[in-house]
């Protein structure tokens, strides 16, 4: 009876006690550095090294300089525009959501990363999704896995949430030319 109740006690204690990592409700940004690790191949489009040079890895940079400076005194907004809700909004990644959503690697002076156009990459960054030798053999089946796992692929529609007449700079939106000059397709 004693042992029993032990037993009984070491289960219970067992089943309270996971051993698996905590799940997170919603997948996390990482970071643009995150996707280099993989998307960095000078024998392939390289979209680490295009997007890199983009404005969007600059964007929160751009905040920094005397142009932002008069525009975010034009509107009206007083104090550094690095630390303006009213400019971040669109010049960095995951803006206005609380530290849960961000991995600690995860670096907001990198603008525009990755993640703002392809979504939250903890879980589908994962090596048995993005897998090359999977993609070869059924790309139809880890398209479906990775957007599962929350990738999302960018139409208009995203970036319009951004290039609209709320930016102070906005000078107008083509999506074909502007799609054109950030585009970072395989070549297949
Ligand atoms: C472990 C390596 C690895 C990492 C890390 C990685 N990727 Fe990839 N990614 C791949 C591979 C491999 C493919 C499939 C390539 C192909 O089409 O053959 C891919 C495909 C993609 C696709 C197209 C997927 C589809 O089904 O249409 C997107 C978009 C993408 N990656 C974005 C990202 C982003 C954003 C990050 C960072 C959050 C990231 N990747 C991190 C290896 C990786
Ligand atoms: C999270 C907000 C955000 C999203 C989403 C976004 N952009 Fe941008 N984009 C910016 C910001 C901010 C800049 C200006 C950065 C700078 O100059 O420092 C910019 C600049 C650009 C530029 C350079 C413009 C110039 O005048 O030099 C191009 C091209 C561009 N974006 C294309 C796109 C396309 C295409 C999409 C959708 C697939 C997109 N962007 C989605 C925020 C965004
Ligand atoms: C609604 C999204 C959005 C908001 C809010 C926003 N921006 Fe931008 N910003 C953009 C986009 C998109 C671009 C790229 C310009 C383009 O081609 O339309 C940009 C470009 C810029 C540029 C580079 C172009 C230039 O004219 O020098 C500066 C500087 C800038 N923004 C400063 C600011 C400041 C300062 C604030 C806050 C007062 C702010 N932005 C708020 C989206 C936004
Ligand atoms: C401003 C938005 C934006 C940003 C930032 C961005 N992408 Fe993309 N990405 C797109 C769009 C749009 C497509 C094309 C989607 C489609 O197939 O229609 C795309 C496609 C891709 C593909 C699929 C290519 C293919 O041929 O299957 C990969 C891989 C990818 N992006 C990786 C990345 C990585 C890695 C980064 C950061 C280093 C990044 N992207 C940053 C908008 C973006």
Not at 152 to 166: A, S
Request: charged share 20%; net charge positive.
């Amino acid at each position: 009876m004693k042992m029993a109740g032990k037993l009984g006690a070491i289960l219970t204690v067992a089943m309270l006690t996971p051993s698996a990592p905590p799940v997170h409700a919603a997948p996390q940004y990482v970071g643009s550095e995150k996707c280099k690790i993989c998307h960095n191949r000078k024998d392939q489009v390289n979209q680490f090294e295009i997007w890199s040079h983009s404005a969007h890895a600059k964007a929160y940079a751009t905040l920094a300089t005397d142009s932002a400076k008069a525009l975010a005194a034009k509107a009206g907004i007083k104090g550094d525009p690095q630390q303006a809700p009213e400019c971040l909004e669109c010049h960095v990644t995951g803006f206005g959501l609380d530290t849960t959503h961000f991995a600690p690697a995860f670096v907001q002076e990198n603008g525009v990363q990755c993640e703002a156009c392809h979504g939250p990459g903890t879980a589908y960054k994962s090596a048995s999704i993005l897998s090359t030798t999977k993609y070869a053999s059924n790309r139809e089946e880890q398209h479906k896995l990775a957007l599962g796992a929350g990738l999302t692929i960018p139409d208009e529609k995203t970036c319009v949430k951004c290039h609209n007449k709320r930016s102070p700079a906005f000078t107008g939106f083509v999506f074909k030319d502007y799609y054109e000059r950030i585009k970072h397709q395989y070549k297949r």
